[in-house]
C-alpha cells in the first residue's frame, strides 16, 4: 500500500513570513496529491490538489509543488496570516476497487503569531 | 465544492449503549463513502468503506460487529458505535469523492464522540 511521509510536524513562523510543507509518497502509480486543512474541531477541508501531469499549480497565496522522479511534494504559504494557524494534512491516493482511498500524512500544526 | 453533512456534531453517552452517527452528501450521490477516527493530535485513520447496496469493507483491525455500517441510499451512509466504551471516545469523520471513482474526497464535518 501507499505510504506517506509528512514533515515537520510543527511549524511556527511570524506572521508574513512564508510557510513550506513536505511530503513524499512511496507508490509511484500515485497520480493526485491533495493538501488538506484541518482547524480545531472540524472536518478536513480541500485547499488545493495536484495532479501528476503538472509539476505546479497556485492559488492566491498557496502553491503545490510536486516532485515524481523523487515522489514528494510540497505546499507553500506565502505571508501566511494568523488565520492560516491549524493542521495540514497532505494525502497520496491508493486505488482499490474502483475507489480512491486517500492515506494521510501524519499532519504538521501550523502556528503563526502575529 | 460538493457537501457532506454529519450528524450529530457531538454525543456523549453511557458505557455499553450505542451511538449512531449519520454522514450524507447533500448535493450529490455518493456510491462509496468512508469512515475515519481521529485521536487527539493524531492523523485520519480509515475504518471502512462503505458501499451503496452492499456490505463495507472494513480496514484490518476494525471489529465489523462494533462498528455497523449501512448504506442504505445514495446519501446516506450510518455508522453505528455498538456497546461503546471510553476508549471509543474520538472524532469520528465521514468522506466521500463527489463523483464515482473521483480522487476528490469531501469531507464532513466530523462527530466528536465521549464516552463516559
Known amino acids: 500500500g501507499e505510504n506517506v511521509e509528512q514533515h515537520p510536524s510543527t511549524l511556527s513562523v511570524q506572521e508574513g513570513d512564508s510557510a513550506v510543507i513536505k511530503c513524499t509518497y512511496s507508490?509511484?502509480?500515485?497520480?493526485?496529491f491533495p493538501w488538506y486543512k484541518q482547524e480545531l474541531g472540524k472536518g478536513p477541508q480541500l485547499i488545493i490538489d495536484i495532479r501528476s501531469n503538472v509539476g505546479e499549480k497556485k492559488d492566491q497565496r498557496i502553491a503545490v509543488t510536486l516532485n515524481k522522479t523523487a515522489k514528494h511534494f510540497s505546499l507553500h504559504i506565502t505571508e501566511t496570516q494568523p488565520e492560516d494557524s491549524a493542521v495540514y494534512f497532505c494525502a497520496a491516493p491508493g486505488a482499490s476497487g474502483g475507489s480512491y482511498i486517500p492515506t494521510f500524512g501524519r499532519g504538521t500544526s501550523l502556528i503563526v503569531h502575529p | 465544492g460538493a457537501v457532506v453533512s454529519q450528524h450529530p456534531s457531538w454525543v456523549i453517552c453511557k458505557s455499553g449503549t450505542s451511538v449512531k452517527i449519520e454522514c450524507r452528501s447533500l448535493?450529490?450521490?455518493?456510491?462509496?463513502m468512508f469512515w475515519y477516527r481521529q485521536f487527539p493530535k493524531q492523523s485520519l485513520m480509515l475504518m471502512a468503506t462503505s458501499n451503496e447496496g452492499s456490505k463495507a469493507t472494513y480496514e484490518q483491525g476494525v471489529e465489523k460487529d462494533k462498528f455497523l455500517i449501512n448504506h442504505a441510499s445514495l446519501t446516506l451512509s450510518t455508522l453505528t458505535v455498538t456497546s461503546a466504551h471510553p476508549e471509543d471516545s474520538s472524532f469520528y469523520i465521514c468522506?466521500?469523492?463527489?463523483?464515482?471513482?473521483?480522487?476528490?474526497?469531501?469531507f464532513g464535518p466530523g462527530t466528536r464522540l465521549t464516552v463516559l
Open positions: 448535493d450529490f450521490q455518493a456510491t462509496t
Open positions: 507508490d509511484s502509480a500515485s497520480n493526485y
Open positions: 468522506s466521500a469523492p463527489w463523483l464515482a471513482g473521483a480522487a476528490e474526497q469531501f
